[in-house]
Each structure stands twice: as structure tokens, then as C-alpha cells.
């Protein structure tokens, strides 16, 4: 079992001594049950991942010093995931999976149709810090403040493509909209993505209105696509889209 990993901002440099925060000292001295002198690694995305020991164990809390440096960082893509909250346990998985592929940012967006009232970002936060710790990343993802839909597109930055999760088609007869309309499967999409910078929307359950849709599909930035015949769940869509991203346009390929 590798030893554990902890994120820490502090600069990391050799016979720093770093007390740990209150969290990762319950979760190194409580869970691990870990004591002066068991090594343990630390990271950031400045100064890659270090091995360091339990320097002191107290009632007051704990504290490791750096010792020699193990890994330089390795940058995530450039890769941002907006999703629409869901229910709190989907909400998590979300957080939890887009952090483990690689999603350097997570963007909460209200929709017309979003359902969940509240989104404790410092949650989400600590949820991703677990994942990227355990998922051997050197960062863990920016979690932003929940926006409205619109708000979060205004002053877009149109270099950044935004790939749009869009379940429906066109004829409002025919169930989801039917085919006419639908997005370009979002494998082949990507062929034509600029490689650099993107972003991911995803709805929530009920997704998005007809409003939402004219309304995206009237930007430049914007680029509809289909994940299939199936409708997914808000958070397999999220995890299937990063990964087929991952695979054709990000740091899966050539791994
Ligand atoms: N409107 C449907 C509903 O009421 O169940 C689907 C919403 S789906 C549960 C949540 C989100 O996942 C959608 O807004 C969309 O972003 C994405 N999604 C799910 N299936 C999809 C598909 N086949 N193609 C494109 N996006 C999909």
C-alpha cells in the first residue's frame, strides 16, 4: 500500500516542517492511525510530490517534515466541467469522478429546470481534494461558486469551445425531440476541437429547456453534441463525456 498523499500549498522543499490542516490531521492521525517517523507524501502542483515523515503527533494537531522529493508535477488539461447540481450523492459522484479524469475546474450551474436548492462548495471542495489525492493528481480542481446558466456564459472566454451536453432534438412532437436536430456524436466533434482549452455542459434532471437551448445554440462558442441513442443520467453523462474527451483530445491519449 503506497503511502498516503496530502495536498499541502505550503512551499515543499527539504526539512520544511508543515503542520497539517485540522482535516488531513483526523484523516492521517484518527483514520490512518499513522505516528511520528511513518512516511507519508506530499504534493502541489508547483512543487510536484515529495516524501515526508510525521514529525510530531500532539493533541493539538500534527505536522510533517519534507523530506526528498519524489515526482515533478504533472499539469492537468485545461479542461473545465459545468454541470447543472443534482442530488446530493449524484452531485458528489460527479465531483468526485470528474476530479479522478482530470477536469481542472468545476463549475456548479443553476438551470431553469435545476432541482437542488443548495451547493456547499467547501463539501464539494473537500470531496475533490480526497479524490485528487487518491488519484494521484498534483492539483485538486478549482471548485467554483454555483452561477446561473447565463451568467456563467456571459463574458465567455470564445477561445475556450464549449461542448454541450444536448439529450434533445428539434420536433417537440415526437419524445426528447426525436433526431431532427440532435447534436454531432461528440467523439467525432472532437475531431474538430482545437486541442488547448475546453469545456463541458452538462443539465440536470429534467434538462434543459427550449429557452436554454436556442439560447446555446445561438453562440459561436457553443457546439451541441450527442452522447448517444440512450439518455444518461446527469452524472454518467458527466463521466462518460470527460472520459471520451480524455481519450480523443486529452492526457489519456498516448498513455
Ligand atoms: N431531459 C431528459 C430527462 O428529462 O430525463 C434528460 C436529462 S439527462 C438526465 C441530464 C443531462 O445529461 C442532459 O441535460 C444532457 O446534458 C446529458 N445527457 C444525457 N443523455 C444525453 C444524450 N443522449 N445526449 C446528449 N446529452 C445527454
Redesign the pocket.
Known amino acids: 500500500m503506497p503511502e498516503p498523499r496530502l495536498l499541502i500549498e505550503d512551499v515543499l522543499r527539504p526539512g520544511a516542517e508543515i503542520a497539517l490542516e485540522e482535516g488531513q490531521a483526523r484523516h492521517v492521525g484518527a483514520v490512518l492511525r499513522l505516528d511520528a517517523g511513518d512516511a507519508v507524501r506530499v504534493f502541489n502542483a508547483r512543487d510536484g510530490e515529495w516524501r515526508a515523515r510525521i514529525a510530531a503527533k500532539t493533541k493539538r494537531g500534527m505536522s510533517v517534515r519534507v523530506e526528498d522529493k519524489l515526482r515533478e508535477p504533472r499539469a492537468t488539461p485545461d479542461l473545465e466541467l459545468l454541470f447543472?447540481p443534482v442530488k446530493r450523492h449524484a452531485t458528489d459522484l460527479i465531483v468526485e469522478k470528474a476530479t479522478e479524469l482530470g477536469a481542472r475546474r468545476l463549475r456548479p450551474v443553476i438551470t431553469q429546470r435545476t432541482i437542488a436548492e443548495t451547493v456547499r462548495t467547501e463539501r464539494l471542495a473537500a470531496i475533490a481534494r480526497e479524490a485528487a489525492e487518491q488519484t494521484e493528481r498534483f492539483d485538486a480542481p478549482e471548485i467554483a461558486e454555483p452561477q446561473p446558466l447565463a451568467k456563467a456564459l456571459d463574458g465567455w472566454d470564445a477561445a475556450r469551445p464549449l461542448i454541450?451536453?444536448?439529450?434533445?432534438g428539434d420536433d417537440a412532437a415526437a419524445p426528447?425531440g426525436g433526431e431532427r436536430g440532435r447534436?454531432r456524436p461528440l467523439l467525432e466533434t472532437l475531431a474538430d476541437v482545437p486541442q488547448g482549452k475546453l469545456a463541458l455542459?452538462?443539465?440536470?434532471?429534467?434538462?434543459?429547456t427550449a429557452e436554454e437551448r436556442r439560447m446555446l445554440r445561438g453562440m459561436s462558442y457553443v457546439i451541441p453534441?450527442?452522447?448517444?441513442?440512450?439518455?444518461?443520467?446527469?452524472e454518467?453523462?458527466?463521466i462518460g463525456a470527460l472520459s471520451v474527451i480524455q481519450a480523443s483530445w486529452g492526457d489519456w491519449r498516448g498513455v
Open positions: 447543472a454541450y451536453a444536448d439529450e434533445a426528447w447534436g455542459l452538462i443539465g440536470p434532471e429534467g434538462g434543459f453534441v450527442s452522447l448517444g441513442p440512450r439518455i444518461l443520467r446527469a454518467t453523462a458527466a
